[in-house]
């Protein structure tokens, strides 16, 4: 059985559970529906092993490259 999971976006306050830098992926595990957060780094590295069990792969590590807009008063 599947489960859709709502998910949002990941914030500065959401760490990485193996280094405690921000989280930038957030993978659910399908057999418990446990939740996991990685940084970019620790996202790659255990990609192969846990992506086939997990039931959701939520990816934002292309924010990491996005540039922030600058409003500027005259």
Not at 4 to 15: F, G, M, Q
Not at 29 to 38: C, D
């Amino acid at each position: 059985m599947t489960t859709a999971i709502a998910s949002r976006e990941l914030n500065a306050l959401d760490r990485c559970d193996r280094c405690g830098a921000q989280a930038y992926v957030r993978v659910v595990l399908e057999s418990s529906g446990g939740e996991l957060l990685f940084c970019g780094h620790h996202a790659r590295a255990v990609e192969p092993t846990l992506k086939p069990l997990s039931s959701q792969w939520q990816d934002e590590t292309a924010r990491l490259h996005q540039k922030d807009s600058v409003l500027v008063n005259d």
